[in-house]
């Protein structure tokens, strides 16, 4: 426990419970006081959120940031601004397509051989930066196609359907917002049908409150293996001890472990940073796997970077570091994910194209993000 980011004393015990955690999550200005100096912006911007988007914090990751400091790259993932509620041109409630390509209230079959499986909407912190913004975090948002209440009958049944699906990602919200006897059955049922080869759980719960990776959870992932996770740290702060571990634990229940970052203005979107967070992913055994350029969401666009800038940092760590400590830079994009080098992406005057593998294209809406070279 970090007692030297504390402002008041919690009991060890309770500290180490990730159910005292999520019950006690910080869901008020007046809670977060007690732990950090709140300024009038994220106040003002906490107060919008009423009724538009969603905000909570684990008292762990709460920990985690400089209470003086309002620019703390931890702060600012988790904690609102007002520049959430500035509506740039290009923005997009959907920019990756999930309403697109969903088959079902929770089946998203956007690739040939893979599909992800909307899990829940609930999140432990609700980042700031969220490609799901409206998704999860809009009270009256179009996250499932009929809600979350539904069974997954339907959803299973799609999968069992398609043989060509043989990669299944459970994603949200955080899928380990369930309870272990929950996703032990959910994967269960898609271990049960014979052409999914792959499971994986994609999870920030490593990142926001790890006590949850509980010895208990990595055993009940065991009869279900090929079981993969992937996790998205930030930034080297969130690297401590007890997110080590919780890696940790997974990796030695035979669970391997990739990160996914995003890019970030302000929080990480400098050679130095990226080059201690990856090399520290390394040092705990963590594949650092994908960067994404920040997605073009509607209340996230303050914090997306040129393509020019992510593509210098790349070309610095490259250079820098050991090559499986440097993750493949990648956008979003409505034909999927489209790797940031080469040909696949083109520019002609001020518009950027983007080609995927097949030949498709889609014209990317880069709104200050200082063109694509």
């Known amino acids: 426990m970090p007692k030297s980011m504390q402002r008041h004393p919690i009991d060890s015990e309770l500290w180490d419970d990730y159910r005292w955690h999520l019950a006690n999550r910080i869901v008020t ?7 950090i100096d709140v300024t009038d912006d994220e106040a003002k911007a906490i ?15 709460a920990a985690l940031m400089d209470p003086a400091d309002p620019e703390c790259p931890v702060r600012r993932q988790a904690v609102p601004r007002l520049s959430e509620f500035e509506i740039r041109p ?15 209230n929770r089946v998203v079959h956007k690739y040939p051989d893979r599909a992800i499986l909307l899990v829940t909407r609930i999140c432990p912190v609700y980042c700031r930066h969220c490609t799901r913004k409206f998704h999860t975090t809009n009270l009256d948002g179009t996250y499932f196609g009929d809600g979350e209440a ?3 009958d339907e959803d299973i049944a799609y999968i069992a359907a398609h043989p060509e699906i043989r990669d299944v990602l459970l994603t949200g919200g955080d899928p380990l917002s369930y309870s272990d006897a929950k996703l032990d059955s959910l994967l269960g049922r898609l271990r049960a049908i014979p052409h999914v080869e792959i499971l994986r759980i994609g999870t920030r719960f490593p990142v926001l409150l790890p006590q949850r990776i509980t010895a208990a959870f990595c055993e009940m992932l065991q009869p279900h293996h090929p079981v993969w996770v992937s996790t998205h740290f930030n930034h ?3 690297l401590t001890p007890d997110a080590q571990s919780a890696c940790d634990r997974l990796l030695r229940a035979g669970v391997p472990v990739q990160n996914q970052t995003v890019l970030l203005r302000g929080i990480n979107d400098d050679v130095d940073t990226m080059r201690a967070l990856n090399t520290g992913l390394v040092r705990a055994r963590v594949r650092p796997y994908y960067l994404y350029h920040c997605d073009n969401v509607t209340g996230v666009s303050h914090f997306r970077t040129s393509l020019r800038a992510g593509r210098e940092i790349m070309r610095r760590l490259e250079w820098s570091t050991t090559g499986f400590a440097v993750p493949e830079y990648v956008i ?5 994910k489209i790797r940031v080098d080469g040909d696949h992406l083109s ?17 990317l809406d880069l709104p200050d993000a200082g063109g694509a070279h």
Do not use: H
């Not at 290009?90 to 079902?104: L, M, N």
């Not at 979003?332 to 999927?336: N, P």
């Open 47 to 61: 107060e919008a959120c009423a009724g538009v988007y969603r905000w909570s914090i684990t008292p762990y990751y």
């Open 150 to 152: 539904l069974p997954f």
């Open 236 to 238: 080297p702060k969130e």
């Open 332 to 336: 979003t994009t409505t034909i999927g």
């Open 90 to 104: 290009g923005d997009d409630v959907d920019p990756v397509g999930d309403r697109q390509y969903r088959k079902t």
């Open 347 to 363: 520019q002609a005057g001020g518009t950027v194209w983007a080609r995927n593998a097949p030949g498709e294209t889609v014209r």
């Open 29 to 35: 200005v007046d809670m977060l006081r007690d732990w």
